[in-house]
């Protein structure tokens, strides 16, 4: 398994891939997300985040999946639709993907790998479990779903400060 996350590449909503080697150097906070959960308001928290750190080498990368409940049934332009118009996001909404299971995309593999959450589980228990990543392009947290966003800023401002 790859020891950084910038080896590996998400897929974007058209189907080109995206080098995560493009966010060498940036603070990354990786989230799987849905549209019709009880925690999709962090969608404004996360843009928040975005807004806040985005000119010091900041990012969210959102992640929507399907896989809990579906409460993620639209497809890639439906879901990029609802964050910019719902939203007002501005940061990477990538293509749905599965985050558990045989079919887990090998980002999601890598971060439970990386970072095991309760009890050393692997698995994502739900919508808008978090990830965020040093500079380096390794993980730094695992995060509940029900943590605020806002709740990530010292742990964010503590990595922003670390050398590129």
Known sequence: MSESL???????????????AEF????????????????????????????RYADRGFTVLAFPCNGFAGQEPGDDAAIANF???????????????EVNGTGADPIFRHLKHA????????AIKWNFTKFLIGRDGRVAGRY???TA???LSADIE???????
């Open 144 to 146: 509940a779903p029900a």
């Open 158 to 164: 503590r990595l922003l400060a670390e050398p590129g």
């Open 83 to 97: 964050c910019s118009t719902t939203y007002d996001v501005t940061f990477p909404i990538l293509a749905k993907i």
């Open 6 to 20: 910038l080896d590996l590449s998400a897929r974007r909503p058209d189907g080109s891939a995206l080098p995560l």
């Open 24 to 51: 060498r150097g940036k603070v990354l906070l990786v989230v799987n997300t849905a549209s019709r959960c009880g925690f999709t308001p962090q969608y404004a928290g996360l843009e928040a985040l975005q807004r």
């Open 149 to 151: 966003p806002e709740k």
């Open 115 to 122: 970072a095991p959450g309760a009890l050393g589980t692997e």
